[in-house]
């Protein structure tokens, strides 16, 4: 399998070309590895793209003008082959696209460009997805990444969303997300040893925020800008130093989804010949 490597004078990346993941992140100055290495009894991935749909489908797939479209969790696009368009020495740019094999699950013609950028801070990571069909189509987007933080070996360690803060927290359920009427709004989330027993945990009105990562006393270890996504989830293994940090436009199955696809929550619509972009910037602290 084809890696390819980008390098500025702190980082050093890899990013694999099956799902176009990020595999490693490492801190030359702080002589560490940001991104969790892949462990097939906690989480067997490091950072996957999420498309066309986020999370668990309860019916195994959605229902498009009476045709039934079989999708995995997460959608495909973490097990498509990435190809080349574009690279130098701080920047990435990758490319995936629509198949016979994902034509029989998901019946447009998509591209799904992935631009990724070095800076002295850490890195950005742009989703591009086109509509290269004659139709309109519904899809979801996000990222997936894993950060090897020490949540389990030294408590305390909790989630800044700032003053203006977001809705939430949404606890799922074996893997699905009912909303409540009533929204709560919450500037901070204590990253505990029961915050993940049941599963991930979502918050919406989550677009245009930096979401600081702070450790016990208080210092920032690392900031996600969100861009456009309007979720973010958050996730973890008891027991395990792993924190996923996920900015998602879309949500795992309510319960009582009904599988047709103009219900699904969170689904966008991208019209023939036009694109939505997804920026998402991290920045990891020094001396943390």
């Known amino acids: 399998m084809t890696v390819w490597r980008l390098e500025n004078e702190r980082f050093q990346v890899e990013i694999s070309e099956t799902g176009g993941e990020i595999s490693h992140i490492r801190d030359k100055r702080e002589s560490r590895e940001w991104m969790w290495q892949p462990r097939a009894d906690v989480w067997n991935n490091s950072a996957t793209q999420l498309f066309p749909v986020v999370g668990r489908l309860i019916h195994e797939g959605v229902w498009s003008e009476g045709q039934f479209l079989p999708l995995p969790a997460h959608g495909f696009l973490r097990r ?3 190809h080349r368009i574009n690279n130098n020495s701080d920047q990435l740019v990758l490319e995936a696209r629509s198949t016979p094999e994902t034509w029989a699950a998901w019946p447009w013609k998509w591209r799904v ?5 070095l800076h002295d801070e850490g890195l950005t990571f742009s989703q591009h997805i086109f509509n290269d069909d004659t139709r309109p189509f519904r899809y979801s987007v996000g990222w997936h990444p894993g950060f090897a933080l020490p949540l389990a070996t030294e408590t305390g360690w909790w989630v800044d969303f700032g003053e203006e803060g977001v809705n939430g927290p949404f606890p799922t359920r074996e893997r699905t997300l009912e909303i409540k009427d009533a929204t709560p709004l919450t500037t901070q989330f204590p990253l505990t040893s029961e915050a993940f027993q049941a599963g991930a945990v979502y918050f919406g009105g989550s677009q245009q925020r930096q979401i600081h990562i702070r450790r016990p006393d208080g210092v920032t270890v690392l900031t996600m800008e969100t861009g456009a996504h309007d979720w973010l989830a958050l ?7 792993l924190l996923c940090i996920e900015p998602l436009a879309g949500t795992t199955d309510a319960p009582d989804f009904d599988g047709q696809i103009q219900h699904k929550r969170g689904f966008r619509q991208l ?18």
């Open 271 to 288: 019209m023939p010949g036009n694109k939505q972009t997804f920026d998402v910037r991290l920045r990891f602290a020094m001396d943390a």
């Open 113 to 117: 460009q992935v631009h990724i950028t």
């Open 235 to 241: 996730w973890g293994v008891p027991g395990e130093d």
């Open 80 to 82: 498509q082959p990435f």
